[in-house]
Structure formats: structure tokens, C-alpha cells
């Protein structure tokens, strides 16, 4: 009975040290993914009309008063970047000039939360130097309410297409996968900044790890919460309404 104890207690203690193994730079991301659909990878032609058909759920989040508002990062400092082809990592920190202007909270109860709305999949685009980059948000998935911090995973697909002045469909010049988990947290007693901590591990089509950077930054706060009731040309007042009845919240009704 003492051997079986102490083979189990064994098997305990390896399957611990196996799975922090499994940490890069202190962050949890997949080991692998699932390879990109057919109609989006690279060489094929991309047929704009099926980001036309997405159905994005009408998913709303709660988010702590301190994150509620419109956010301006400038800059970054990496602090954690792995090279998955060499084995190669580093951990010199560097900032970098950033720009990203975001809003956190458009909707408010009747009790005065103040929700987001996550709706995935939806598709957002970007023109680069000679590239259109396009991002399909596949998956964005909060952990659970906290007045302390706010983290959430998202999955991302980007495609990178070159710009025709045909008007054809382009040929799909790469496509990729990110994976990021974020996290954003109370700077001080102040109420106009806060930490933003973020790990983005990038998987080729075939879904094996590229590339993982973690970077942090300084948020400043540019306004105070004012409720958004068009966002991607839907109702936010219609479907953050529709969400607390289907999920049977009648006494938070604005």
C-alpha cells in the first residue's frame, strides 16, 4: 500500500512539473491549433461574400467602473518574445511606438453594471504598406466578473491579401493564427490609467507555433463611459435588452 501511495504521489509531482513545462514567459497558450479552412489558406483565392454570412453571437460581458471608457496606448515594452523554429528566447525588455484607441462598456443596467458586448465571429480589416490585413475574430472569452481584473482569450485568423485594382477576388498571400490572452488591471488609486499585460502566440496554417511576444503598457483613459448604441452597424440597446431577458436577467433591465 506505502509503494502505491508513493508511486501515485510520484505521478503527482511529475504530471506538476510536466505541466509547467508548458509555460512560456509565465503565460498558458495552446501547444498547438487546429490548421486554417481551406477557403483561407495561403494561394487560394478569397471570396469576400463569406465574411458576408458571418452570425455573430449576441454575447455582452460585465466589466468593472475603472475599465469603463474610451483607452489610448502610445506605447509598448516588450518583455518576453520566443522564436518557436530556433528554440531561441529573450527577455530584454524594449518599448516600442504604439497607437490603439479602443472602448471598454456601452451598455448599463438599471442597477448601474456596465456591460460589453463580445459578439464573435466578426471580421475587421486593416491596409497595410501593399497588403490588405484582414481579422476574423473567431473566439473572445472572458474569465469570470472581478473588480481586481479583467482577462479574456481571444483567437484571431489574419489574412493578408494583396490589393487588386481589378476589383477580382485576391490571392490569399499568407494566413495565420494568434492566440492572445490579456489582461488589464487597476495602475493605482488613479482612475485614468491602467495596465494592460498581453502574450500573442502566432501558429502557421497548419497550426504549429511560430512565433509568442508579451508586451506591457501604460493605458491612458481619453473619456468617461457614455453608452454606444450602434456598433458594426447592429442595436446595442436592442441586443444588449435581448440578452438579459433570454438569459433570464428581468431585474436589470434598463
Not at 12 to 27: D, F, K, M, N, S
Not at 83 to 104: C, E, L, N, V
Not at 114 to 137: D, F
Request: glycine letters at 6%; zero cysteines; a positive charge.
Amino acid at each position: 500500500m506505502r509503494i502505491l501511495l508513493l508511486l501515485a504521489w510520484l505521478f503527482v509531482a511529475w504530471a506538476a512539473r510536466a505541466e509547467a513545462t508548458t509555460l512560456e514567459g509565465g503565460v498558458r497558450h495552446m501547444e498547438l491549433m487546429p490548421s486554417v479552412q481551406e477557403s483561407f489558406r495561403k494561394g487560394k483565392r478569397l471570396d469576400a461574400a463569406i465574411f458576408e454570412n458571418l452570425k455573430s453571437a449576441n454575447g455582452w460581458v460585465q466589466v468593472p467602473s475603472w475599465m469603463a471608457g474610451t483607452w489610448l496606448i502610445r506605447e509598448e515594452t516588450a518583455v518576453y518574445r520566443k522564436d518557436f523554429s530556433t528554440g531561441r528566447s529573450t527577455k530584454s525588455p524594449h518599448r516600442f511606438k504604439a497607437h490603439h484607441k479602443f472602448i471598454y462598456g456601452m451598455q448599463k443596467d438599471r442597477k448601474g453594471g456596465i456591460w460589453h458586448y463580445i459578439g464573435v465571429p466578426y471580421k475587421s480589416e486593416t491596409r497595410l504598406a501593399s497588403v490588405n490585413e484582414i481579422h476574423l475574430v473567431k473566439e473572445k472569452r472572458f474569465d469570470p466578473y472581478s473588480e481586481a481584473k479583467v482577462s479574456f482569450r481571444s483567437v484571431v485568423n489574419v489574412i493578408r491579401v494583396k490589393r487588386t485594382k481589378d476589383g477580382k477576388d485576391p490571392t490569399i498571400k499568407d494566413s495565420y493564427v494568434q492566440e492572445s490572452i490579456t489582461s488589464y488591471e487597476p495602475l493605482s488609486a488613479s482612475t485614468d490609467k491602467i495596465k494592460l499585460q498581453a502574450s500573442t502566440k502566432s501558429f502557421d496554417q497548419d497550426g504549429n507555433p511560430l512565433i509568442q511576444a508579451d508586451n506591457e503598457a501604460t493605458v491612458k483613459k481619453l473619456a468617461e463611459f457614455t453608452p454606444v448604441d450602434t456598433y458594426r452597424q447592429r442595436d446595442m440597446r436592442y441586443l444588449f435588452r435581448q440578452f438579459l431577458t433570454e438569459s433570464g436577467r428581468y431585474e436589470l433591465l434598463p
